[in-house]
Nanobody, 125 residues
Framework: QVELVESGGGLVQTGASLRLSCAAS????????VGWFRQAPGKEREFVAA????????HYADSVKGRFTISRDNAKNMVYLRMNSLNPEDTAVYYC??????????????????WGQGTQVTVSS
């Protein structure tokens, strides 16, 4: 079983920065890609960013490219999402997601098996 716990969300003003953290435990999380998704009120969940198991490859949604940075520390079983230049459109619950070791999919395929409980990010104008 895999457990993902997000933290680091909060209420910030436009232009501020936040760093979200995802603590992972369980079955071989470090052997596959990890992603961040978000869901705003009344909207479907959308892909934000993903990182390969080595950290060498990343993939971003166009809406966050250049502002958000995903990283991971496999020694600590942690994945991070650094968010800069936040704006009200970034307001959402942010979720960390992990694949099983058998889900050998390209990094730009937003298919994941394990999900965290989410952390709220609210950006005021």
């Amino acid at each position: 079983q895999v457990e993902l716990v997000e933290s680091g969300g909060g209420l910030v003003q436009t232009g501020a920065s936040l760093r979200l953290s995802c603590a992972a435990s369980g079955r071989a999380v470090n052997s596959n890609s990890v992603g961040w998704f978000r869901q705003a009120p009344g909207k479907e969940r959308e892909f934000v960013a993903a990182i390969s198991w080595t950290g060498a490859t990343t993939h971003y949604a166009d809406s966050v490219k250049g502002r958000f940075t995903i990283s991971r520390d496999n020694a600590k079983n942690m994945v991070y999402l650094r968010m800069n230049s936040l704006n009200p459109e970034d307001t959402a619950v942010y979720y960390c997601a992990a694949r099983t070791p058998e889900q050998l999919l390209p990094i730009d395929v937003p298919v994941y098996h394990y999900w965290g409980q989410g952390t709220q990010v609210t950006v005021s104008s």
